[in-house]
């Protein structure tokens, strides 16, 4: 009876330990995206603010 409850245990603290990873894993993945699109948006903005300066000459 023991060794079966032990057993479950550890199979229960296995699959939290895997939710654990794939959260973070998740987090990494979003916080990347979020910091393509910002670099995305800076050079959108650089591009603007080139052609302003163009068009003002």
Do not use: I, Y
């Not at 330990?17 to 800076?42: D, I, K, N, P």
């Amino acid at each position: 009876m023991r060794t079966r409850a032990h057993a479950s245990k550890s199979a229960r603290e296995r699959e939290r330990t895997r939710e654990r990873e794939v959260s973070a894993h998740a987090r990494e993945r979003t916080q990347e995206s979020a910091q393509e699109r910002a670099r995305a948006l800076t050079r959108e903005c650089e591009r603007d603010r080139v052609r302003e300066r163009q068009s003002a000459r």
